[in-house]
Antibody
Framework: QVELVESGGGVVQSGKSLRLSCGAS????????MHWIRQAPGKGLEWVAV????????YYSDSVKGRLTISRDNSKNSLFLQMSSLRAEDTAVYYC?????????????WGQGTLVTVAS | IQMTQSPASVSASVGDRVTLTCRAS??????LNWYQQKPGKAPKFLIY???SLQSGAPLRFSGSGAGTEFTLTITNLQPEDVGIYYC?????????FGQGTKVEIK
């Protein structure tokens, strides 16, 4: 079965950097677009970034553009989110999610999430 | 595209029929998904393409709508249906979610 496991969260000072990882199993990782979606404490869901199956195309929400970078390593079935110039408003649980099919932008499997806390 | 859900919360009895609404700020054809999030858990994919039930989701969940107005209906509400339900448009970037509707049992 599909499994997504995030790691790398923690407490970080404002302005610093952090790298999140998401390990995938149970499906052919290199065939699917992948997303990062976040949820601030007690708040709703916010889509953050997407990367195409081959890594060629990447799109970001305006709130993170220029500060967060999505990448993937298909040889290791892994998805990454490099976070820099972190702000208090980036505090959230970060989920990686699998696209139903490339280009559908619908999220059929989610990881358990990893909490990032940005301390000012 | 802004997604607006109503009501913010609903409390109903076991066995009731519950209807949640999601409105898009512009037409999105049928590019609308629904997710269920139970407390402390990741969201779960329920409905895609406005009306199609995701494999494994209970048959008491159904979706309808097109254009700008969509509904998620839970027939025969069960205790395990407690949680927050989010709609999400998959029409164009950024792929936005509604603010959620909380479903509780009376």
């Amino acid at each position: 079965q599909v499994e997504l496991v995030e790691s790398g969260g923690g407490v970080v000072q404002s302005g610093k950097s952090l790298r999140l990882s998401c390990g995938a199993s149970g499906f052919t990782f290199s065939n699917y677009g992948m997303h990062w979606i976040r949820q601030a404490p007690g708040k709703g869901l916010e889509w953050v970034a997407v990367i195409s199956f081959d890594g060629k195309y990447k799109y970001y929400s305006d709130s993170v553009k220029g500060r967060l970078t999505i990448s993937r390593d298909n040889s290791k079935n892994s998805l990454f989110l490099q976070m820099s110039s972190l702000r208090a408003e980036d505090t959230a649980v970060y989920y990686c999610a699998k696209d139903v099919d490339s280009g559908t932008y619908s999220f059929d499997h989610w990881g358990q999430g990893t909490l990032v806390t940005v301390a000012s | 595209i802004q997604m607006t859900q109503s009501p913010a919360s609903v409390s109903a009895s076991v066995g009731d029929r519950v209807t949640l609404t999601c409105r898009a700020s512009q037409r999105i054809t049928r590019s609308l998904n629904w997710y269920q999030q139970k407390p402390g858990k990741a969201p779960k994919f329920l409905i895609y393409g406005a009306t199609s039930l995701q494999s494994g989701a209970p048959l008491r969940f159904s979706g309808s709508g097109a254009g700008t107005e969509f509904t998620l209906t839970i027939t025969n509400l069960q205790p395990e249906d407690v949680g927050i339900y989010y709609c999400q448009q998959s029409y164009n970037s950024p792929w936005t979610f509604g603010q959620g509707t909380k479903v509780e049992i009376k």
